[in-house]
């Protein structure tokens, strides 16, 4: 039996010990970027989303009456805190939106986040590459 990332439930082979984390990864998006490449802890998965608040930062601010906060993606991954550093490539969906990836990777579902009531979900996906 597996988790929905194909993770084993129970190992099949004896398990060594190892000091096990939920770390919060906080992602800073580009306007109009959606995927992402991060160095993540291994053996990593990714075991739900949020959001984090980013409030640019702005000179002169004295003068506005406002500064208007960008809510940014963030992964909570278990993970070993000091396992080894591996890149992982994520993309970052919203609800009815179509991705197809290039030809010899394919996108693997992680995770969902809603943001509020009617707002919309954002969807997590690792994309990986296919023999």
């Not at 939920?22 to 802890?41: C, N, T, Y």
């Not at 208007?68 to 994520?90: A, K, N, S, T, Y």
């Given at each position: ?7 084993p ?19 800073d998006?580009?306007r109009d970027?959606?995927?992402?490449e ?5 053996p990593?998965i990714?075991?739900s ?17 406002a ?14 805190p000091?396992g080894e550093l ?37 969807h997590?996906?690792?994309?990986v590459?296919v023999s």
């Amino acid at each position: 039996m597996t988790d929905i990332n194909g993770i084993p439930f129970v190992a099949s082979r004896p398990v060594t010990p190892r000091c096990t984390t939920i770390a919060e990864v906080p992602i800073d998006l580009a306007r109009d970027q959606d995927i992402v490449e991060i160095k993540l802890r291994a053996p990593c998965i990714v075991r739900s989303a949020g959001f984090w608040a980013k409030k640019p930062a702005v000179l002169g601010a004295a003068s506005m009456r406002a500064v208007e906060i960008q809510l940014m993606p963030m992964l909570f991954v278990e993970c070993d805190p000091d396992g080894e550093l591996v890149e992982r490539v994520f993309l970052f969906l919203g609800s009815n939106k179509p991705f197809v990836p290039r030809e010899g990777f394919a996108i693997r579902y992680c995770t969902t986040a809603v943001l509020e009531r009617n707002a919309g979900a954002m969807h997590v996906f690792e994309i990986v590459r296919v023999s």
